[in-house]
């Protein structure tokens, strides 16, 4: 990529990590550092922190890290060059030229993105100031909707007419092909039309707030389908997107915790009740990556879907597909099958506002009534069946203190003992699974000061060469290319080709050139670990101990050569072995002796 290293490092300098990071993950200060839960990763205790001396972060669970580049990549699923493009554009520093002819735009996509946004206050223009939008207007008000919403979500109408938002495309330059191509237009017969008519319109936007597709709701609900989206396109693909996530996304990180609904009739209803963190889904059942979308902002999901049979179906999907990546479900049900805009529009705001702080469930909450509700009561074999779905569901999903809860209750319902229900559920708890024996070696990006003996050695020799610039030269000088570990090494040499391009550039500015992930780890937890005082007697003494470390190796290996031999009656090469160890101790107890003694 063609941007001046210069322009990297003013935005680099210009940006707060901490502040940044802080959008996403609450930090508390400790120490020099702040830290967080990590949110890469689940976790109960804080093992994320960040650095606002040295501008990385690091977690020291899963081993995620690096500066507020590599974070913004991570956690936002774009590009090198977006991030550039994001954090000048927060920081109000223009692109220089370079990296605009390195990073150019499609013109395809550019054009799809003018179509929508133009078609976007066309609707809008039609339902707020034309005669021919009175009667959506109408309607929605009669909804709830007030018209500040409609302004803030750029509400639409798209009239019965059939051409009218392609002709106004049109005579702004934007031909029949390129509106069929992105959704706005289809061919009905050889005749090409818009593709919505008679309906409202909302506008759905991507992760940037730029609109790429639209809902559309039927005015009457004889007339269907009564919702109908934009088909996908390269602009959009419904089941990596969310309804208002770019709204959304400040208030989710704030909660730690978004509401899930199935609508965009919801979401436009519920933010009306002063509830800023909700989505919705576009028309399909949760996938896992829009699920992935939300884990990156929040470690809880409340699911309000519509009570009905399908309502039922598309919540128990969520849960499986939320708790698959990370995510704590728990399910508000409002009854009588409502969803939560017809709920609104019965009790109000502020009853939704109740509902949603008294009356969520858990999973297992949830699914003990899902299983109540599809029972069949009337015959002694159903009530047994429900009776051994319920405490199979206790012993697989439910904490002791919910199975403590629901037993007693199940024990009340069918006059049976709390220990019989016991020694029922256990038939279907499943066997416990030893842990495997911890590994004796530790992680490659461990931090010096966790790790031990040649592992120890050989990361504060490479922290030596990532910190001072002196120290990489001397150790480039020496011919030292191979360190204890091969991550250890493979860092070394980006380490020395980084000095020689970039002298003088601070640690982390190493960080955002390496790609491989590994790497990346390891820089990044070396960067957490204090330097201690480097000297040329200091660096000396390290190499001296990493080749003793290297030399115990290779002794026990020859050592245990030289065991089999002897047993397999091999005289030749026992000798042959024998010798190699005797020069491999002579050499060891050189390398010992004190550094004055060492020199001569």
């Given at each position: 990529?063609?941007v001046?290293?210069?322009?990297?490092?003013?935005?680099?300098q210009k940006?707060d990590?901490?502040?940044?990071?802080?959008?996403?993950?609450?930090?508390?200060?400790?120490?020099?550092?702040?830290?967080?839960?990590c949110p890469?990763?689940?976790?109960?205790t804080?093992?994320?922190?960040?650095s606002?001396?040295r501008?990385?972060?690091?977690?020291?669970?899963?081993?995620?890290?690096?500066?507020?580049?590599?974070?913004?990549?991570?956690?936002e699923?774009?590009?090198f060059?977006?991030t550039?493009?994001l954090?000048?554009e927060?920081c109000?520093?223009?692109?220089?030229?370079?990296?605009?002819a390195?990073?150019p735009r499609s013109?395809k996509?550019?054009?799809?993105?003018?179509?929508?946004?133009?078609?976007?206050?066309?609707?809008n223009?039609?339902?707020?100031?034309?005669?021919?939008g009175?009667?959506?207007?109408?309607?929605?008000?009669?909804?709830?909707?007030s018209?500040?919403?409609?302004?803030n979500?750029?509400?639409g109408y798209?009239?019965?007419?059939?051409?009218?938002v392609?002709s106004?495309?049109q005579?702004?330059?934007?031909?029949?092909e390129?509106?069929?191509?992105?959704?706005l237009?289809?061919?009905l017969g050889?005749?090409?039309?818009?593709?919505f008519?008679?309906?409202?319109i909302?506008?759905?936007a991507?992760g940037?707030?730029?609109i790429?597709a639209?809902?559309?709701?039927?005015?009457?609900?004889?007339?269907?389908?009564?919702?109908?989206?934009?088909p996908?396109?390269?602009?959009?693909?419904?089941?990596?997107?969310?309804?208002n996530?770019h709204r959304a996304?400040?208030?989710i990180r704030?909660e730690?915790?978004?509401?899930?609904?199935?609508?965009?009739?919801?979401?436009?209803a519920?933010a009306?009740?002063?509830?800023?963190?909700a989505?919705?889904?576009l028309?399909?059942?949760?996938?896992?990556?829009?699920?992935?979308?939300?884990?990156?902002d929040c470690?809880?999901?409340?699911?309000a879907?519509?009570?009905?049979?399908?309502?039922?179906?598309?919540?128990v999907r969520?849960?499986?597909?939320?708790?698959?990546?990370?995510?704590?479900?728990?399910?508000l049900?409002l009854?009588?099958?409502m969803d939560?805009?017809?709920?609104?529009r019965a009790?109000?705001?502020r009853?939704f506002?109740?509902?949603l702080n008294?009356?969520t469930w858990?999973?297992?909450?949830?699914?003990?009534?899902?299983?109540?509700?599809?029972?069949?009561?009337?015959s002694?074999?159903g009530?047994?069946?429900?009776l051994?779905?319920?405490?199979?569901?206790?012993?697989e999903?439910a904490?002791p203190?919910?199975?403590?809860y629901?037993?007693?209750?199940?024990?009340?319902?069918?006059n049976?003992?709390v220990?019989?229900?016991k020694?029922?559920?256990?038939?279907f708890?499943?066997?416990?699974?030893?842990?495997?024996?911890?590994?004796?070696?530790?992680?490659p990006?461990m931090?010096?000061?966790a790790?031990?003996g040649k592992?120890?050695?050989?990361?504060?020799?490479l922290?030596a060469?990532?910190?001072?610039?002196?120290?990489?030269?001397?150790?480039?000088e020496?011919?030292?290319?191979?360190?204890?570990?091969?991550?250890h090494?493979?860092?070394?040499?980006?380490?020395?080709?980084?000095r020689?391009?970039?002298?003088?550039q601070?640690p982390?500015?190493?960080?955002d050139r390496?790609?491989d992930?590994?790497c990346?780890?390891?820089?990044?937890?070396?960067?957490?670990?204090?330097?201690p005082e480097?000297?040329?007697e200091?660096?000396?003494d390290?190499?001296r101990?990493?080749?003793?470390?290297?030399l115990?190796?290779?002794?026990?290996?020859k050592v245990?050569?030289w065991?089999?031999a002897?047993?397999s009656?091999d005289?030749?090469k026992?000798?042959?072995?024998?010798?190699?160890?005797?020069?491999?101790?002579s050499?060891?107890?050189?390398?010992?002796?004190?550094?004055a003694?060492h020199?001569?």
């Amino acid at each position: 990529m063609n941007v001046p290293e210069t322009f990297i490092e003013t935005l680099r300098q210009k940006v707060d990590i901490v502040e940044v990071i802080s959008e996403y993950v609450p930090l508390r200060r400790s120490g020099r550092s702040y830290v967080g839960l990590c949110p890469f990763h689940n976790e109960r205790t804080p093992s994320f922190s960040v650095s606002p001396e040295r501008q990385v972060y690091h977690c020291f669970g899963c081993g995620a890290g690096g500066t507020v580049f590599r974070f913004l990549m991570d956690i936002e699923g774009i590009s090198f060059t977006e991030t550039v493009s994001l954090l000048a554009e927060r920081c109000g520093i223009p692109l220089p030229d370079s990296f605009r002819a390195a990073a150019p735009r499609s013109p395809k996509l550019d054009r799809y993105r003018q179509a929508h946004e133009l078609a976007a206050k066309a609707f809008n223009h039609i339902l707020m100031n034309t005669d021919a939008g009175v009667q959506a207007l109408q309607y929605l008000l009669s909804r709830g909707i007030s018209r500040t919403t409609m302004a803030n979500y750029q509400l639409g109408y798209a009239p019965p007419s059939g051409r009218a938002v392609m002709s106004f495309l049109q005579q702004r330059g934007f031909s029949p092909e390129e509106l069929l191509a992105c959704g706005l237009a289809v061919d009905l017969g050889g005749e090409w039309v818009d593709r919505f008519r008679g309906r409202v319109i909302v506008p759905i936007a991507d992760g940037r707030g730029q609109i790429v597709a639209f809902g559309a709701r039927a005015l009457h609900d004889s007339v269907k389908p009564k919702y109908l989206n934009s088909p996908e396109y390269e602009l959009f693909h419904k089941g990596r997107m969310l309804f208002n996530l770019h709204r959304a996304r400040r208030a989710i990180r704030q909660e730690r915790k978004a509401l899930l609904l199935e609508g965009y009739m919801d979401v436009l209803a519920v933010a009306q009740a002063g509830i800023e963190w909700a989505v919705a889904t576009l028309g399909t059942s949760l996938t896992e990556e829009q699920a992935r979308l939300l884990k990156a902002d929040c470690d809880r999901v409340v699911i309000a879907y519509d009570g009905d049979e399908a309502g039922r179906k598309a919540t128990v999907r969520a849960i499986e597909v939320l708790e698959h990546v990370g995510i704590t479900p728990v399910v508000l049900r409002l009854g009588d099958g409502m969803d939560p805009d017809e709920f609104i529009r019965a009790h109000g705001a502020r009853a939704f506002e109740r509902m949603l702080n008294e009356s969520t469930w858990t999973v297992v909450q949830f699914l003990m009534e899902d299983l109540r509700q599809r029972a069949e009561w009337v015959s002694p074999a159903g009530r047994t069946e429900f009776l051994r779905k319920a405490l199979k569901l206790l012993a697989e999903r439910a904490s002791p203190v919910e199975q403590e809860y629901q037993l007693r209750n199940l024990s009340q319902e069918f006059n049976l003992s709390v220990e019989t229900l016991k020694e029922e559920m256990r038939g279907f708890a499943k066997p416990i699974r030893r842990r495997s024996p911890p590994r004796e070696d530790v992680a490659p990006w461990m931090t010096p000061r966790a790790a031990k003996g040649k592992d120890q050695v050989s990361l504060r020799i490479l922290q030596a060469a990532l910190f001072s610039q002196e120290a990489a030269e001397y150790l480039m000088e020496k011919g030292v290319t191979e360190l204890g570990h091969p991550l250890h090494t493979a860092l070394l040499s980006h380490v020395y080709s980084w000095r020689i391009d970039q002298p003088g550039q601070p640690p982390s500015a190493l960080i955002d050139r390496l790609e491989d992930e590994e790497c990346i780890r390891l820089a990044s937890s070396l960067l957490f670990d204090e330097p201690p005082e480097i000297s040329t007697e200091w660096l000396e003494d390290h190499l001296r101990a990493l080749e003793i470390a290297k030399l115990e190796q290779e002794l026990k290996e020859k050592v245990r050569a030289w065991n089999e031999a002897e047993a397999s009656g091999d005289e030749e090469k026992s000798r042959e072995i024998k010798l190699q160890v005797e020069w491999i101790q002579s050499r060891m107890a050189t390398m010992k002796q004190p550094r004055a003694l060492h020199a001569e």
